[in-house]
């Protein structure tokens, strides 16, 4: 079977998406294709629709697009409806579009890789936009102790939290909240979810939050990142970047749409070398 795919953000040039499924296509000897598209700002609509025309079979969708990507799926996984973000299309036999959201899984893989417990945990996650939203159910599922929603503008760690009504195990609080010691016990995972390292800003966390064997994730990723640099000043051990999640997620929405599971550490370490030589 081959088949069309594309990433579609805006912007796009930077992804790593066509890598990461052609070397899932070849380890897998599926015959297919994936490009980028640049859907403009206002008109994502129109650049599916086009791609659909030319016999596309599925799409990652990136930022900013999720959103607008879960409205126009007709039908949506269980996983998607509750981060109210689609990263994943695949064309149904009618022509329209099944939206999944692979994000949350490719964390928690990503993390078990990792040889992290997460089972019993207590977790931070700092940020409550969609990122963060989209971890969340995953996160419970597998049975962390609790998580500890930590955001800027407080009302929307709220919001999320209401997401999940009777759910003890999710609680919120101000990101400033976090720079005050000894206000709960340490942190056994710390997650940033948020995109302050893009401006290279870090939130200012008290070391009490975290303990000698607590880990640091961040889902952005490069050859370091302003949270993971702060992370090893602090003489935390555990750190790892988001680059595993992205291979991840990538190969859930491949097995959704080729039924196949490719295996992704060698892909990770591909990515991983051309990322540090760069
Ligand atoms: P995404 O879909 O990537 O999660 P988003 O929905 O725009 O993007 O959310 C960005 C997150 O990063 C939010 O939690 C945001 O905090 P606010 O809700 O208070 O805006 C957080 N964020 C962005 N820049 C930040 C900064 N400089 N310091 C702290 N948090 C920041």
């Not at 989209?134 to 419970?140: E, K, Y």
């Amino acid at each position: 079977m081959t088949g069309l795919y594309a990433v579609i953000g805006n912007p796009i040039a930077h992804s790593r998406s066509p890598a990461i499924h052609h070397a899932f296509a070849k380890q897998t000897e599926q015959i297919l294709s994936y490009e980028r598209l640049l859907a403009p700002l206002d008109d994502f609509a129109g650049t599916l629709e086009s791609f659909r025309k030319q016999g596309g079979y599925g799409a990652n969708v990136t930022v900013p697009f999720k959103e607008q990507a879960w409205q126009l799926a007709k039908t949506r996984s269980a996983r998607a409806e509750l981060a109210g973000a689609v990263n994943t299309l695949a064309i149904q036999p009618d022509g329209s579009w099944y939206g999944d959201n692979t994000d949350g899984a490719g964390l928690v893989q990503d993390i078990q890789n990792a040889g992290w417990e997460l089972r019993g945990r207590r977790v931070l996650l700092i940020g409550a936009g969609g990122a963060a939203r989209g971890v969340l159910q995953p996160l419970l599922a597998a049975e962390v102790d609790c998580i500890c929603i930590a955001n800027r503008t407080v009302t929307k760690a709220q919001a999320l939290l209401a997401l999940f009504p009777m759910q003890p195990r999710l609680q919120a609080c101000t990101l400033d909240s976090l720079s005050v010691p000894g206000q709960r016990p340490p942190f056994d995972i710390i997650i940033n979810a948020t995109s302050a390292s893009l401006s290279g800003e870090v939130p200012v966390i008290d070391a009490s939050c975290w303990h000698e064997t607590s880990a640091v994730y961040d889902m952005m990723y490069g050859k370091s990142t302003a949270f993971l640099d702060w992370a090893k000043a602090q003489s935390i051990t555990h750190c790892r970047d988001g680059l595993g999640m992205l291979v991840e997620q990538a190969a859930e929405s491949f097995y959704l749409w080729r039924g196949v599971r490719p295996e992704t550490q060698p892909v990770l370490a591909l990515l991983r070398k051309e990322i540090n030589q760069s």
